[in-house]
């Protein structure tokens, strides 16, 4: 008799089973292309982005200089680099206005290596981004360089982003730091964060950090007392154009 009973029992879980996966509504969450968001970082040869550039410099209490130009990037020519996908020399030029000629400012360099998009700034390498791109991961920017470790995450990722007068559809934030002043203990903010768009790269950045004064005794903050900015830059930049050169012969 038992064993009828335990017959009757795996004919009935073998039932239930069958009904869960013909009749469940919940599919499994496929896993991400590895290849998504790499079209973000775009790194096409004669590709040029141009920006309208605003920067504040504080160099010291009631001491800053203000510039506003303009920012030409161009990729050009790739280079072999260990393990790369993708590796290209970025021209960078500078002008006050659209009425002057661009001049050659300095020589930067991009890459895909592996799951990460690295840009060289100045020889100083840092992690803009890892693929493939959602907004659950965190990685440090500093890792291949000297500097103290930053943990960064992308915000949003293709949703729309308007920068001046244009929105761009497919876009993702990149947000590298959000604090804000703190009054209590006088830290100044440190707000950084850059947007890219899909098939074009970045299209924004805005940089905001900057150091307070926290005593009349520090160097220099004596006339000035106490939160007074001694240090630090702003900048933003903001797409206004971009295009192939080959595109345009």
């Known amino acids: 008799m038992r064993k009828r009973y335990l017959n ?15 009749f469940t509504d919940v599919d499994p969450i496929p896993p991400l292309d590895p290849a998504t968001g790499k079209s973000y970082f775009f790194l096409e040869e004669g590709k040029y982005r141009e920006y309208n550039v605003f920067e ?32 290209h020399l970025l021209y960078r030029y500078k002008r006050p206005d659209s009425s002057q000629d661009w001049t050659l400012d300095s020589v930067w ?31 440090d920017r500093n890792l291949f360089n000297d500097k103290a470790q930053r943990i960064i995450r992308t915000k949003t990722f293709n949703e729309p982003y308007t920068v001046g007068f244009n929105t761009f ?36 950045k805005e ?18 007392g106490v939160d007074v900015i001694k240090s630090g830059r702003y900048i933003r930049m903001e797409l206004t154009a971009h295009g192939n050169i080959n595109d345009e012969d």
Do not use: H
């Open 169 to 204: 559809l497919n876009a993702s934030e990149i947000e590298i730091n959000n604090r804000a002043i703190d009054s209590l203990i006088l830290f100044g903010p440190d707000q950084r964060t850059e947007v890219y768009a899909d098939s074009i790269g970045l299209v924004f």
């Open 56 to 87: 504040i410099r504080y160099l010291a209490v009631d001491r800053s200089d203000t510039l506003i130009y303009q920012l030409r990037e161009k990729v050009v020519e790739p280079f072999d680099a260990d393990n790369a996908e993708s590796a």
């Open 8 to 22: 009757i029992f795996w004919v009935f879980l073998v039932i239930c089973c069958i009904g869960c996966s013909e």
């Open 109 to 139: 360099s991009a890459r895909i290596t592996g799951q990460r998009a690295i840009v060289a700034e100045n020889n100083v390498s840092i992690i803009k981004m890892i693929f493939p791109t959602d907004t659950i991961q965190t990685w």
């Open 207 to 224: 940089f905001n950090v900057y150091s307070l004064c926290a005593s009349q005794l520090e160097t220099g903050c004596n006339a000035a």
